[in-house]
């Protein structure tokens, strides 16, 4: 692919929302996959979360908040993963494209925890090839312009927690390629949804080592 071919056609509107101390987003829209492709490119490590679905792009500037929340909700499935004994494999925000279905994104944070082991070596992901993560986690606490589990779904990731600051979702990729909210988890189906949003308002109230002190007896307690 020439990333340096001239865009065909350019955006055709643009919409923005941000709220405070919460995430800003500007959805573009006719966007071509070329120029998709280059702004991941361009726009690597440099803080700025790309979606795009078949022409539309949506650009994403994370707040400190939000930050905040995602690395809570990936310390509580670290910590599960290590008191539970499971291998697991941390992605981050890895960029995720499948150029045939024209869509790809940025997970907040991604794991895998059924196949830890198949990619454990890996240096690259190549989703022809590897298995996709079997977790990610989508924290808004905006309204996204763009819903992203068409995106999720054509990479074939089996689990999104979607967390909106208030309400902790976790969504399974069904047979029929779309998600469907479950009361428990995949990766974790012992531990109950009610419980991990506890502990995530928990964490708004005391310390980080309490709270992981705190998180890490319960999950014994189990």
């Given at each position: ?17 941000q709220?405070?101390a919460a995430?800003?987003?500007l ?11 280059r ?8 803080g ?13 500037s994370?707040?400190?908040l ?5 690395r ?8 599960l993963?290590?008191?539970l004994?499971l291998?697991i ?5 890895t960029?995720?494209?499948r ?6 994104l940025e997970?907040d ?14 240096t690259?992901i ?8 079997d977790?990610?986690?989508e924290?808004?606490?905006t309204?996204?312009?763009l ?5 999720y ?18 969504l399974r ?16 189906p ?27 007896d319960?999950i014994?307690?189990?």
């Open positions: 692919m020439n990333l340096a071919s001239p865009v065909t056609k350019p955006p055709k509107q643009a919409t923005a929302s709220g405070p995430e800003q987003r959805v573009l829209e006719g966007v071509s996959w070329p120029t998709y492709d702004l991941v490119a361009e726009l690597e490590n440099r700025i979360r790309l979606a795009y679905d078949q022409g539309r792009l949506e650009i994403m994370p707040s400190f939000h930050e905040i929340r995602k809570q909700l990936g310390r509580m499935i670290e910590i993963a290590e008191e004994d291998e494999v941390g992605g981050g925000s960029t995720f494209r150029e045939d279905a024209k869509r790809g997970p944070e991604c794991y895998w925890l059924a196949n830890a082991l198949v990619i454990s070596q890996q690259e190549d989703l022809a090839i590897d298995p996709p993560p977790l990610a986690i924290v808004d606490l309204s996204s312009s819903n992203k589990q068409p995106i779904a054509s990479l074939r990731i089996p689990e999104v927690w979607r967390y909106d600051g208030r309400k902790l979702n976790v990729l069904t047979a029929e390629g779309t998600y469907a909210a479950a009361e428990r988890s995949l990766s974790f012992g531990i109950p949804l009610s419980s991990l949003l506890r502990f995530l308002e928990r964490r708004q109230s005391v310390g980080e080592r309490q709270w992981t002190r705190e998180f890490r319960w014994r307690s189990l």
